[in-house]
């Protein structure tokens, strides 16, 4: 074949009355036995060239079109006039032809082979704010080196296939990235380090194809996310391929979120649930972090007092708590967020940045760090007893969250082999007993 453009879409967002859909793709080159993503300018996010005259129609159970919107001048559009809780089907048209509908090819090692699954374009609408829907969704941290990158990669593509199998096991409704989306190739902090579109496809496009064009991403941003870690700050890439600004900016305009600088947002899924995303990142200079920037600050500690969810549930890069063994806990969240939380009522934490599973309690406080989504560190932690540490694994994992009204579930799931199912992983508890007992944290 030697050269191919391969198409992709992407359900980037919902809220309670609307959807965020995006199309693009990729130029692939065949190199020494292998395929990748050529150089070839912005072919996929909010900056690229316009692929011709799109209509992007929401459609529901009848076939009705109950939602249309034409552009020429991008490769993303909401639909708006939806309903609450409601599953549609999506479809997008590029010059009168539906986009990605022809021969697909999915990547394997060495070779492109035929797709392994046809798409899935559906969409459902989160909840009115005052509905007590039930919610599950997934969670991952540190997945980002891409699924050709030797034993990292086998990881990466181990999790998302369990990841893959819980979508298509459970009702999911959308995936919560705990930052590290893409990390800087072998070559060190400056190859592909996620600042062009090229180094995005085997990190993020193609591993997770089959779920975020159904269910949309929430991010946050990570020290590899950053330029904390690499030579290039990503963030303009990332504000790029997950349309931040178009995302955030109405939610901006609302108070719902604060994106410059930092990246933070409020996301309401329903009367039940309000996840907070906490920029753990350094700010413009290092000492200081975007949270002690004194408007985020504010944004912060008034978004925490008005919610009246009954789950609030921030989540960031950098744990507060952690056991290591390559990080401590964070002093400034101990000193400047952490009695914020305590404050408003916050029951969990969700972080990822330590390569490993751990699940602690301090006070009425509980926290998730999950950190191992494609990364991983084998060594035993070292300050269980001073991060309040109940159980953790050296394993690679996702998150799998279930929001009821009254209690929140947390099973941390591991890699699943070609044509297995997951399996949670089984935690080691500080005495060395093994547990396998979803993390369950009940109202009162």
């Not at 941290?141 to 298509?168: E, K, W």
């Not at 990503?234 to 719902?256: I, K, M, T, V, W």
């Amino acid at each position: 074949m030697g050269a191919h453009f391969e198409p992709y879409v992407q359900l980037v967002d919902v809220t309670d009355e609307a959807a965020l859909i995006a199309w693009g793709g990729f130029h692939l080159g065949e190199h020494a036995g292998g395929w990748r993503a050529e150089r070839t300018g912005e072919t996929f996010g909010a900056r690229s060239e316009p692929r011709g005259r799109a209509v992007v129609e929401v459609v529901d159970g009848d076939g009705v079109i109950v939602g249309r919107t034409v552009t020429d001048e991008a490769n993303h559009a909401w639909v708006k006039g939806l309903r609450p809780a409601t599953t549609y089907r999506y479809r997008v048209l590029v010059d009168g032809e539906p986009w990605g509908a022809g021969e697909r090819f999915d990547w394997a090692p060495g070779t492109l082979g035929a797709a392994w699954r046809p798409l899935d374009q559906r969409l459902r609408t989160h909840a009115a704010g005052s509905e007590p829907d039930p919610v599950t969704f997934l969670a991952v941290g540190d997945f980002g080196v891409g699924i050709a990158s030797g034993a990292d990669g086998m990881r990466q593509l181990a999790v998302a296939r369990t990841m893959q199998r819980l979508a298509d096991a459970f009702d999911i409704r959308f995936v919560v990235g705990l930052g590290d989306s893409i990390y800087h190739g072998p070559g060190g902090p400056q190859d592909a380090t996620g600042a062009f579109d090229e180094d995005w496809w085997l990190t993020f496009f193609q591993p997770y194809r089959y779920l975020f064009d159904h269910l949309p991403f929430y991010p946050t941003a990570g020290n590899h996310d950053s330029s904390d870690t690499e030579a290039s700050d990503d963030r303009e890439q990332l504000e790029d391929n997950l349309y931040l600004r178009s995302r955030f900016g109405p939610r901006e305009e609302a108070g719902r979120a604060s994106i410059d600088p930092g990246l933070f947002y409020r996301l309401r899924v329903g009367s039940l649930l309000e996840l907070v995303c906490v920029d753990t990142t350094w700010g413009a200079e290092r000492g200081l972090h975007w949270f002690d920037e004194p408007g985020q600050r504010g944004w912060l500690e008034r978004t925490l007092a008005s919610s009246n969810a009954v789950w609030q549930v921030p989540f960031s890069h950098h744990p507060a708590y952690c056991a290591g063994p390559n990080h401590e806990s964070m002093p400034e969240q101990l000193q400047r967020l952490v009695p914020l939380y305590r404050r408003h009522g916050v029951r969990l934490l969700l972080h990822g940045h330590e390569h490993n599973f751990q699940h602690g309690q301090v006070d009425e406080l509980q926290y998730v760090v999950s950190g191992a989504g494609g990364k991983l560190d084998e060594r035993t932690p070292v300050g269980l007893a001073e991060a309040g540490t109940l159980s953790w694994a050296a394993v690679p994992h996702c998150l799998l969250v279930h929001v009821t009204p009254d209690r929140l579930v947390v099973i941390p799931y591991g890699p699943t082999s070609p044509g297995a199912t997951p399996v949670p992983v089984a935690r080691r508890r500080p005495d060395g007993t093994v547990t396998h007992e979803p993390i369950t944290i009940p109202l009162h």
